[in-house]
């Protein structure tokens, strides 16, 4: 099976933060990766597929890069609503296996 | 609009059965490939089921032997049957369509339900 780590697992940043979380494959998974949000209570909801294409709907601030073993998504200038904890997920193999999360908390 | 509505969650004993379904509208089941994750409380996402468009199934080890993923097309609903419940599989569960698979790869989660709760529990 393919493990999927994330990094950090929570951070605390400011209104205007630029955010990074990373997520590393224990094996190559080409451009297989993508990235939820989810905020309390709710469904998590796509905002990046295939590493760094942006689901139609998500703003621009969220951007996605890395191929292979190490992923990044990146928020450029984060705010208020982005509260929420971040999973990446493979969709390389079976079984199909998510990160364990990044809570992003504000300052 | 696409519509995933999970039920059939509720309180069951250690060792019971339980079948959840999720009634899409919006899309057809039978052309996508269905998949269920599920939430345990205060941890991540853990990958369950899918089912393809062709009939192929597929689990995670957790819960191979024991869960089975089966559709009805007239009724455009995806089921996961659940035997020999134990603790560690309370839960939210969610159902979520991923567009497209190969024999290999499959995409992305791009629609998903509101989940249904499972509680097992004596």
């Known amino acids: 099976d393919i493990q999927m780590t994330q990094s950090p697992s929570s951070l605390s940043a400011s209104v205007g933060d630029r955010v990074t979380i990373t997520c590393r494959a224990s094996?190559?998974?080409?451009?297989?990766l993508n990235w939820y949000q989810q905020k309390p209570g709710k469904a998590p909801k796509l905002l990046i597929h295939g590493a760094s294409n942006l689901q139609s709907g998500v703003p621009s601030i969220f951007s996605g890069s890395g191929s292979g073993t190490d992923f990044t998504l990146t928020i450029s200038s984060l705010q208020p609503e982005d509260l929420a904890t971040y999973y990446c997920?493979?969709?390389?193999?079976?079984?199909?296996?998510f990160g364990g999360g990044t809570k992003v908390e504000i300052k | 609009e696409v519509q995933l509505v999970e039920s059939g969650g509720g309180l069951i004993q250690p060792g019971g059965s339980l079948r959840l379904s999720c009634a899409a509208s919006g899309l057809t089941v039978n052309s996508n490939y269905m998949n269920w994750v599920r939430q345990a409380p205060g941890k991540g996402l853990e990958w369950v089921s899918v089912?393809?468009?062709?009939?192929?199934?597929y689990y995670a080890d957790s819960v191979k032997g024991r869960f089975t993923i089966s559709r009805d097309n007239s009724k455009n609903t995806v089921f996961l049957q659940m035997n020999s419940l134990r603790t560690d599989d309370t839960a939210v569960y969610y159902c979520?369509?991923?567009?497209?698979?190969?024999?290999?790869?499959?995409?992305?989660?791009?629609?998903w339900g509101q989940g249904t709760l499972v509680t097992v529990s004596s």
């Open positions: 089912i393809y468009s062709g009939g192929s199934t």
């Open positions: 997920q493979q969709t390389y193999s079976t079984p199909l296996t």
């Open positions: 979520a369509r991923d567009p497209y698979c190969s024999s290999t790869t499959c995409s992305f989660f791009d629609y």
């Open positions: 094996q190559s998974i080409s451009s297989y």
